[in-house]
């Protein structure tokens, strides 16, 4: 029994560690010790001194902790506290609407009288009951949990069948073969009391209290690693009682195990384990080839690793039935911010529509095009739009020339592969960004240039090497050569066209931490709010879930690897232990120790080979072909040493008095 909860323990604990790397690797909402968060948007009847006064005694009554994100005039983000006096002044500068962020117990009723001054609020807690699949996050994650959890089981396994004489005993004196409180509610009770002490633990050292959504999705992790482990327990349970049910006491007592129940599980296990070893080898591979193109994109990125993303609050395209609802004050918004920041530096890059994605209904929609002058719309899944610091910024990554032609609108250039289409993309970029304005097409620019030319997406979750999305490139993929790259003047852009384009600017464009700060300047006239996001640390996060995940892999494998040469040589130990006295029979009549070793052992072969020849061909990991070598090799050794031990054993054996 100590050996089993001591396996317990201790899977408990290194899947506790393999939770805590999950979480690491996570970006969570904000910097800050939190649980829930709410919206608010609209106009109010009242100010915002009332409104934040409400607010502040609504934290009072429910003892709870409220944040404002606030970006402040060095562009820099902070988050002062609505029930903290000293952090008033911070706030009541600028506007009540926009993201907010809750430590506490607060439910949506609570918002009603906020509401009745003409705010919508929308409040929602952290999914922190969703952190028990962090830990399956990624494949390579995925397979080293369920892998952990294989190997327990196994460890279970093992341990439970050291106990299989102890069980036919209490059988036979009438008593239960398994023990309720012994066997299920003891690791039961060891689980629970590691999860109180591991979730207490997390939320002193790192999870800065209860209340924060990081020690609750901790706490989630151990909940499901809690009842995958009870589970797996039972099972092992019901395995032992169904062995003794099928196998004849006095011959497991004696270890002559005929039905051979216990050694095909034995079996089993044996071949998902050399299964297993391969797959976790292949996506070890990948993950190594992904980490070095992940590290090789970080320098593009290091350019701009203070700029963000911005999700506007409070600028209303659409009501809730789709319809527009207040076009003209939206545009004016939009436009206001292209103005704010078209002397500043940002980045916008933007995938054409132009053309119909693969797989996808056609339903005229090249006829459309073809009407409009676009006369090859396929090869408008290369064309990027990107504007003129979008440009600077490519330069100096790719070290490429791309300079827009002054006085122009905008600048195609175009690859030498593509030059018999210039009329066909010179008509997209007119049709999609020009269209019902006084631009004329003299006053966009066509360049070729030669082909290769690379160009970096700055996608934080792009992978140059699967492969691309149907609808987008640009959504898709990390970097890209070849493509068709326009250069919009956002600057010289018409008023006509300037607030559809800056509110895809806005919505999608990367801003300097000056852009930054001019926009939530502009926030605080024209009453919106931004919760700015810095896409760089998702970069640097996937790059240490990467190194995380690879650490583990190598320990897992070790880890596996010692168990498997364990398993094989136990099965062989304890075949040929129970074959002893037909073995000591068959060498009196002058059988071959050999041939009887390798008759006996010729199921452990076979899986060997078989699963080694599978996995093989699935993973393409050659290396297993050694390790299938190296298990040969300890086979052999056990034989001889089984055989060495039964040779100072004959007269006992033959008597029947060893078992």
Not at 358 to 380: C, H, M, R, W, Y
Request: aromatic fraction near 10%; include cysteine; proline fraction near 3%.
């Amino acid at each position: 029994m100590k050996l089993k909860l001591g396996v317990v323990a201790f899977f408990f604990c290194l899947m506790a560690m393999l939770g805590v790397l999950a979480l690491e690797d996570q970006q969570e909402p904000v910097p800050l010790p939190v649980d829930g968060a709410f919206s608010i948007e609209g106009k109010s009847i009242s100010t915002n001194k009332v409104v934040y006064a409400m607010m502040q005694k609504l934290c009072d009554e429910k003892g709870v902790t409220v944040y404002k994100p606030i970006v402040d005039k060095d562009s820099q983000i902070r988050y002062p506290k609505l029930n903290d006096s000293k952090d008033q002044k911070s706030y009541l500068q600028v506007p009540v609407i926009g993201m907010y962020y809750s430590s506490g117990r607060i439910s949506p009723a609570d918002f009603d009288g906020l509401r009745r001054t003409g705010l919508q609020i929308v409040y929602q807690k952290l999914p922190w009951f969703l952190g028990g699949f962090a830990q399956f996050s990624g494949t390579l994650r995925a397979m080293l949990t369920t892998s952990l959890y294989m190997i327990f089981f196994i460890c279970l396994l093992v341990s439970g069948s050291r106990k299989l004489k102890e069980r036919v005993i209490w059988r036979s004196l009438g008593k239960p073969i398994i023990r309720f409180f012994a066997d299920s509610c003891l690791p039961l009770l060891v689980n629970m009391g590691l999860t109180l002490l591991l979730a207490l633990l997390y939320s002193h050292f790192r999870g800065n209290g209860l209340n924060t959504y990081s020690s609750q999705a901790f706490l989630a992790i151990l909940l499901t690693n809690l009842i995958i482990f009870q589970v797996l327990e039972q099972i092992s349970l019901l395995i032992a009682y169904m062995t003794i049910k099928l196998e004849k006491p006095v011959e497991m007592i004696k270890n002559k195990l005929k039905g051979g129940s216990l050694f095909l599980i034995w079996l089993v296990m044996i071949g998902a384990l050399i299964f297993i070893s391969g797959q976790v080898l292949k996506e070890t591979t990948q993950t190594q080839v992904t980490l070095k193109d992940q590290i090789a994109m970080l320098k593009p990125w290091e350019q701009v690793k203070t700029w963000q993303k911005l999700e506007p609050i409070g600028i209303q395209s659409f009501d809730q039935n789709g319809h527009d609802s207040d076009f003209r004050e939206s545009n004016k918004i939009y436009t206001a911010i292209l103005e704010a920041v078209k002397e500043t530096e940002f980045l916008y890059l933007g995938a054409s529509g132009a053309y119909v994605p693969d797989g996808a209904v056609d339903g005229g929609f090249t006829a459309q095009l073809k009407s409009d002058g676009i006369s090859q719309p396929e090869i408008n899944k290369r064309l990027i739009y990107i504007n003129q610091a979008g440009v600077k910024l490519e330069n100096a990554v790719n070290q490429t020339t791309y300079q827009p032609v002054q006085g122009k609108l905008a600048t195609i250039y175009l690859p030498e592969k593509y030059k018999e289409a210039q009329a066909s993309v010179l008509n997209t970029v007119f049709k999609e960004q020009f269209i019902g304005t006084t631009v004329t097409k003299d006053e966009i620019a066509l360049q070729v240039i030669p082909n290769g030319q690379k160009l970096f997406y700055f996608n934080p979750s792009g992978d140059d090497r699967s492969q691309p999305d149907l609808l987008s490139r640009l959504g898709s993929r990390a970097s890209d050569e070849d493509a068709i790259l326009v250069i919009l003047d956002t600057q010289l852009i018409p008023v006509q066209r300037g607030g559809a384009l800056a509110s895809n600017i806005t919505n999608n464009g990367l801003f300097s931490p000056e852009a930054v700060g001019q926009i939530a300047a502009l926030s605080n006239r024209l009453d919106f709010a931004i919760n700015p996001v810095t896409v760089y640390q998702g970069v640097v996060l996937n790059i240490q879930s990467l190194k995380h995940q690879l650490v583990m892999a190598k320990f897992l494998q070790n880890l596996m690897l010692l168990i498997l040469f364990i398993c094989v040589y136990q099965y062989a130990m304890t075949l040929l232990a129970s074959k002893q006295s037909d073995f000591v029979k068959l060498l009196i009549l002058g059988r071959s120790k050999v041939r009887m070793a390798v008759t006996a052992l010729l199921g452990l072969f076979l899986v060997i080979i078989g699963v080694t020849a599978v996995t093989v061909a699935l993973t393409g990991q050659v290396i297993l072909i050694l390790l299938a070598l190296l298990l040969g090799a300890m086979i052999i050794g056990a034989s001889i040493r089984s055989f060495l031990l039964m040779r100072r054993q004959y007269t006992q054996i033959v008597k029947g008095e060893l078992s």
